[in-house]
């Protein structure tokens, strides 16, 4: 337990104290520190609400004036179970009814656990612990929300109310997390994306799946351009594969069955064969032929499927019974060459599923097994802004933070063993390149390793490449200098992983991005190279994507710029505002916007009618990073008067000195 998850927890037993002392029938089951917060679930006839918040703060803050000390008892098993017959477990005092849930938790402690109960003033619970010193220690919270939870989790547990709150250390940190919230609701991506025109979902298009309007796309193609000049620089190959694979593909990447219920439903085709045309068209004649004979000998196949078409096969057959052998004999050769047809027919027409690619891996590790691949190839870097497609469940959809459709900013790295620690190096520094680049000064990533004890159930039987590559990531995140927290047994099946969280400007978290070793999928795959020794190996692979997905990625720095784009990023880098109706003004406007966009600059004009004012407010209005204002004394100086978003007003400038500075700035990527 963290510091501040330890005093959040310990501000869930002062919260039950003060139920207690307004409703001291109330039964608790479980009051954990969660992200942000804490809980405590209660079963209280009561329906608590927001309204009765402030009356249990008051009785808290009560509990935190006391300073009563967290006091740890250690009790056997009969002493505890005792004490919850009497209801005294979460509990003030003894009381009528038992404290039921606890005596279930205790019920359901391991034997050869010890039980520890902790008081503070009246209040005695069943906790392992651990909590601050004293109550008085809680130094700022506040009640946020109640909602119903289940017992357990389970719905044929009673239902419970679940009572949130937080804490912080100090009153100021209590209200910057608030004043976090407040700003974080006004740079919601989802509202400044349809403010700022960047995004929009549409039904008929289906949830989850967004689409970029020409000023969003604008910010997915710089990420683009970023990307593919980085990797360039880094050694990376650039490959584009469909959107879509066969079935076969999946199942020998492990996606299937393991990972069915992320993906889209499969699509049916027909197999295709080079000779089921030529079949096919065998059927159709024989069909016919049989028709022919049967009208021949007087039988109306139509009329009867007319009268009852489930009778059909029936009275056909006592039909032919009617007719001369000679004739029966030939009808039935007939028949039956015609079924053999047409099982020879199903056959070159069995399904064939398709899906669509809810990972780039599969496709790229076949390029990697097209070309005969020698350890003078290593390390083999794949790279592609791959579309994926994911079946989230409908109610996990949100914003661009959750989508069906992504676009990642994927590579796949192929080495030697002895190439890794290099490779994964330079793939932590474009991590932190990237982050130094958007301003992002917090960040953390969290390490998972495998469990030896589990090798060839939740991992991959590879005791000596999950040992070196887990040795060499730790000794490159320790190097590096980066903070990470290493989380043991929760690595990815086939090898240890990365996952990166980082925060924006204003502390709110978003996990954007993993890194990934593989051991397996080179295996699966039989992926080779020729090594020096003339010997066939196996690669290893790295999975990575740094700026994660276009849709999350740009929704985090919607949130992170709060719609502020640095220049380089900026939907409309440039707009050229130019002062009354003067032609000449105006010629010189557009002789502005001409040089801007010869330099690939996103610059736009302001032709309209409107008064300068007007113009500026209609241009801050939807985050115009630079705004060229041109009057005539501007212009008879060949100037320009420079304004920038949020800073206001710069003054007026030589016209070469200021598109000069724009596009320094625009190919430095300044912030
Ligand atoms: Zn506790
Ligand atoms: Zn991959």
Redesign the pocket.
């Known amino acids: 337990m963290t510091d501040i998850e330890r005093l959040r927890?310990?501000a869930?037993?002062v919260l039950a104290t003060a139920i207690l002392k307004i409703w001291p029938e109330a039964q608790f089951a479980a009051?954990p520190p969660v992200e942000n917060g804490f809980y405590y679930d209660v079963d209280l006839p009561h329906r608590i609400s927001p309204d009765d918040f402030e009356k249990i703060e008051a009785e808290m803050k009560k509990e935190i004036k006391a300073n009563h000390p967290?006091e740890r008892m250690e009790v056997s098993r009969d002493e505890a179970l005792d004490m919850g017959k009497k209801g005294r477990l979460a509990a003030l005092g003894e009381r009528d009814q038992p404290s039921k849930y606890k005596i279930d938790i205790i019920e359901n402690i391991p034997p050869d656990e010890k039980i520890s109960l902790?008081r503070s003033g009246d209040f005695i619970?069943l906790?392992?612990?651990?909590?601050v010193m004293r109550t008085g220690n809680i130094g700022a919270f506040r009640l946020t929300n109640v909602a119903s939870a289940y017992y357990k989790g389970d719905e044929k547990n009673p239902q419970l109310q679940r009572v949130y709150g937080t804490a912080f250390k100090t009153k100021k940190e209590l209200d910057d997390y608030f004043a976090m919230l407040e700003e974080a609701k006004k740079r919601d991506h989802r509202k400044l994306g349809r403010e700022l025109e960047l995004f929009v979902f549409d039904d008929d298009v289906g949830p989850g799946l967004p689409m970029f309007l020409p000023r969003g796309a604008v910010i997915a193609e710089e990420l683009e351009k970023l990307a593919k000049e980085t990797e360039f620089a880094a050694g990376y190959q650039r490959v584009r594969t469909p959107h879509i694979a066969r079935e076969s593909l999946y199942k020998k990447s492990g996606h299937l069955p393991y990972y069915a219920e992320s993906m889209f439903p499969p699509m049916l085709l027909q197999k295709d064969h080079p000779h089921a045309q030529a079949f096919d068209q065998l059927l159709k004649t024989f069909e016919g032929l049989d028709r022919k004979m049967l009208a021949e000998m007087g039988i109306d196949v139509e009329a009867i499927l007319l009268e009852n078409p489930k009778s059909v096969p029936n009275r056909v057959l006592e039909k032919i019974k009617e007719l001369p052998e000679k004739q029966q004999t030939a009808f039935v050769e007939v028949a039956r060459l015609r079924q053999a047809m047409s099982l020879a027919v199903a056959s070159f027409r069995e399904l064939d599923r398709y899906y669509l690619k809810a990972m780039n891996c599969p496709h790229h590790h076949k390029l990697f097994a097209a070309v005969p691949r020698s350890y003078r190839d290593l390390p083999l870097r794949l790279a592609e802004y791959g579309t994926c497609y994911r079946y989230e469940q409908s109610g996990e959809l949100f914003g661009l933070m959750r989508v069906r459709s992504l676009q990642m900013n994927d590579a796949h790295l192929y080495m030697t063993p002895e190439q890794f620690e290099a490779e994964f190096n330079a793939v932590n520094e474009m991590y932190l390149t990237y982050f130094k680049l958007f301003g992002i000064d917090k960040y953390l990533m969290r390490f998972s390793t495998h469990d030896p004890s589990k090798f060839g159930q939740k991992f991959v039987n590879e005791p000596e490449l999950w040992k070196q590559t887990e040795e060499m990531t730790r000794r490159v995140l320790k190097d590096s200098g980066i903070d990470y927290v290493e989380v043991p047994n929760e690595a990815a099946f086939y090898g240890p992983k990365i996952d990166v969280q980082v925060w924006s400007v204003i502390g709110r978290e978003f996990s954007i991005a993993t890194n990934q070793v593989d051991f397996a999928q080179p295996r699966s795959f039989d992926l080779r190279y020729k090594d020096r020794d003339n010997t066939e190996k196996i690669p290893l692979c790295i999975h990575r994507a740094p700026l994660g997905t276009h849709e999350r990625f740009i929704g985090f720095l919607i949130e992170h710029y709060a719609g502020n784009f640095p220049l380089w990023l900026s939907p409309e880098q440039v707009r050229i505002l130019p002062i009354g109706d003067d032609a000449k003004v105006l010629e010189y406007s557009m002789s502005i916007l001409s040089e801007l966009r010869a330099h690939q600059v996103r610059a736009e004009i302001d032709k309209s009618t409107d008064n300068i004012n007007g113009k500026i407010q209609r241009a801050e209005q939807i985050k115009v990073h630079t705004m060229l204002v041109i009057g005539k004394r501007d212009m008879d100086a060949d100037a320009v008067s420079v304004r920038i978003h949020g800073k206001g007003n710069l003054g007026a400038k030589p016209r070469a000195e200021a598109i000069a500075e724009i596009l320094q700035s625009i190919k430095e990527r300044r912030a």
């Not at 906790?127 to 909590?131: I, R, T």
Request: proline residues 8%; aromatic residues 16%; glycine residues 16%.
């Open positions: 927890h310990s869930s037993h009051g967290f902790y619970d906790c392992a612990g651990p909590h």
